[in-house]
């Protein structure tokens, strides 16, 4: 797998630079990027073999998810929720299921939503809401038994690619039970509102809207067919939730440098000592990020959900959201005001790149849940406020 995706990205990232700054300008949805990335067979990037996919392992999503970035950040970021989605899906292996509780047509379901990705399907992420963020005990929207399946009733934001995916992620309390929370694949179509209030400093391309659901969805579409499992699946699997962005960021701040590098040639700046400082640093930044998120990606396969696998997942984000955001600031400061005009390629790395410590979870509640763990505490349980 590695080498036919890693070469599929490396191929296309260049087309989505070209096209990167036109998008940020607009605000507008990189529908090409999408549709370049469905027919070198990327939908299928995490689907099971067994099922049409490529089968790929965590750490060679990684790998290619940076090179994405280094194209476009914006498109890999939005890239990774269909990842997210598709990767949680697969992992769940027959030993697992069995503890979940998870019956048989639940996986037969399953089945159907990873070869349909394999196929050229694309899933979003509909989980964020305004006031409870990614925290998935506080979210307001909610579900209830329906004939012949779930209905579900709310409102999402920070909805990347609202408005052109297949199918979204959403996740929902039940209106009977607060503490219950699931997950539910909802089909693209009616009951599905999407309110345009994406407007950022950076990351403009993602189309990150609001989501308003008033849906009816067949049984068969709540993830895992038991009632309460999202939680569980969150503290199992926070690789998806927290990792995975590091592995954009990281691609992100390489690219920072590219560009910058591009610029001081380009402009006979490269002579001066301090200019060459920048970039050393910065490229010695970048590795260690890599290094990183290379290791945590190593154990979240070999080891998922472990206590020291999840420490370096937090890890990971910490440092690449970090490091991203220091990367990019200094390559700007060492090519001069020039690269700070409107479409210039510093001026747009600079901005996404300050997005990768904001991303849930942000920098400091990546370094609080570090902090607890190195005090000897729970740092999923231990906090001032819920985790997810």
């Known amino acids: 797998m590695t080498v036919h995706a890693l070469e599929a990205a490396r191929r296309l990232a260049p087309r989505l630079a070209a096209r990167a700054a036109d998008h940020d300008r607009d605000g507008s949805f990189p529908v090409d990027d999408f ?10 990037l995490m689907v099971p073999r067994e099922l049409g996919g490529l ?13 994405l ?11 990774n929720m269909h990842a997210s989605v598709t990767g949680a899906l697969g992992a769940v292996t027959e030993e697992l299921a069995e503890a979940l509780g998870v019956p048989d047509e639940a996986l037969a379901a399953r089945d159907r939503l990873l070869r349909a990705a394999a196929e050229g399907a694309w899933y979003a992420v509909a989980m964020s809401e305004r006031g409870a963020g990614a925290r998935l005990s506080q979210l307001s929207t909610v579900y209830e038994a329906a004939e012949g399946g779930w209905h579900l009733k709310g409102s999402k934001t920070f909805c990347s690619g609202a408005g052109h995916p297949d199918g979204y992620l959403v996740a929902a309390r039940s209106a009977t039970d607060q503490s219950v929370v699931s997950q539910f694949l909802v089909p693209a179509g009616e009951g599905i509102t999407v309110e345009p209030t994406w407007d950022s400093l950076g990351m403009r391309a993602t189309s990150s809207h609001d989501l308003h659901l008033d849906v ?8 895992g067919g038991v009632e309460g499992l999202a939680l569980v699946v969150a503290q199992l699997m926070p690789h998806w939730l927290v990792a995975s962005y590091a592995a954009v960021y990281v691609g992100v701040a390489r690219a920072s440098i590219d560009a910058a590098a591009e610029h001081l040639n380009a402009r006979n700046l490269a002579g001066l000592p301090a200019v060459r400082a ?46 991203a955001a220091d990367v990019a600031a200094s390559m ?17 790395l600079y901005r996404d790149a300050r997005c990768g410590s904001l991303h849930p979870a942000t920098s400091d509640v990546c370094a609080d849940w570090l902090g607890i763990a190195a005090l000897g505490g729970d740092p999923d349980r231990d906090g001032s406020t819920p985790r997810w």
Request: charged share 25%; proline share 3%.
């Open 35 to 44: 549709a370049d990335l469905r027919e070198a067979g990327l939908f299928g």
């Open 332 to 348: 700007l400061e060492a090519a001069g005001t020039s690269a700070t005009r409107r479409g210039h390629p510093l001026e747009r």
């Open 278 to 323: 920048r970039l050393g640093r910065a490229d010695a930044a970048v590795a260690a990020a890599e290094l990183v998120v290379a290791e945590a990606a190593r154990q979240v396969d070999e080891a998922p959900g472990d206590a020291e696998t999840n420490r370096w997942v937090w890890r990971a984000k910490l440092l690449a959201g970090t490091t």
């Open 216 to 223: 009816t969805v067949p049984a068969d579409r709540l993830l």
């Open 55 to 67: 089968g790929a392992t965590f750490a060679e999503y990684a790998a290619v998810a940076t090179e």
């Open 69 to 79: 970035a280094r194209g476009n950040g914006a498109t890999a970021l939005v890239f």
